[in-house]
């Protein structure tokens, strides 16, 4: 049986992992939080925080549920403790496409990250469709890249991974700068601010005469809608006259080049943002 040291285990990401750890029957997890707010959250579950060196003497796999801007200074601290063969496993690209991780010869970093129920999914439970995030109800995809160590690791990693995330529907393996890619370069970088930039167009309408709640349905049925037709699920074609509009668009929203932010030493760069952030 694995010993898992779960690092921030009473914070927000933490007690989101801690819900699928504590009756799991194949792992024994140590529960490490420095707070009083997190011990007490811990608390509500019925379990208490181990001294941090205390866990780390005896884990086989550390879990950072912990900020990006806080991995680098941790990790410095933990990782001259961990026994030879651990595996070091990270919830986010950014540190390890970083390079902010500790330089150990004898340990493993694997990295995991949720890919967050999709949109067009098949769940009926009304709980279900209201898990947002995921690891609760909703069924979620998952990707999973061995940054550091031997092959045997990734298969072990993967296992956890698919227990903290659950439930999964698929893992995908993936390098740790194709993850970077996938976020924060695609999600966040790209699609978090079309987003953004849609939610103040809709403000803005409103703010010149329409309807909020009118705004609002509009637009969350036609968002639906088109990522449909975009992406092939609905098996329809854009209209002309949309296509039309778009296509003006295009060059009065967007510059030329806007596809920099994809490029490789952009999203390092950006991941050195992330996890420098005070």
């Known amino acids: 049986m694995n010993t898992i040291a779960l690092m921030g285990a009473g914070g927000k990401m933490g007690l989101r992992i801690t819900r699928n750890l504590k009756d799991n029957p194949d792992y024994k997890t140590l529960y490490v939080e420095i707070s ?34 806080l991995i680098g200074k941790i990790c410095k601290d933990i990782v001259p403790k961990l026994k030879s063969g651990t595996i ?17 010869k004898d340990i493993s970093y694997f990295i995991s990250h949720p890919g967050h129920p999709p949109l067009f999914g098949e769940e009926t439970d009304i709980e279900a469709q209201r898990d947002w995030f995921g690891g609760v109800k909703a069924k979620q995809p998952i990707v999973c890249s061995l940054h550091q160590g031997p092959e045997k690791d990734y298969a072990n990693g993967e296992a956890i991974a698919r227990v903290i995330f659950a439930p999964v529907s698929r893992a995908h393996r993936v390098t740790t700068e194709q993850m970077a890619l996938l976020e924060p370069a695609l999600v966040e970088t790209l699609g978090l601010t079309c987003f ?4 103040e167009a809709m403000e803005e309408i409103v703010r010149m005469g329409v309807p909020q709640q ?10 639906r809608t088109t990522i449909a ?25 967007f510059q030329p080049d ?7 030493e952009n999203v390092k760069q950006s991941v050195k943002d992330i996890t420098s952030a005070i």
């Open 36 to 69: 009083d707010a997190g011990k007490a959250s811990l608390a509500e579950f019925g379990l208490s925080a181990t001294p941090q060196d205390e866990a780390l003497k005896q884990a086989d796999v550390v879990i950072l549920g912990v900020p990006d801007r």
């Open 258 to 264: 806007w596809k920099k932010v994809l490029k490789i």
């Open 88 to 104: 070091v496993m990270g919830l986010d690209p950014a540190a390890g496409f970083a390079g902010t991780l500790p330089e150990r």
């Open 214 to 223: 009118a705004a609002f349905d509009f637009l969350m049925g036609h968002i």
């Open 229 to 253: 037709i975009v992406f092939d699920y609905a098996g329809a074609p854009v209209s002309d006259g949309a296509k039309l509009a778009a296509t003006k668009a295009m060059e009065q929203i």
């Open 196 to 199: 953004m930039v849609i939610r």
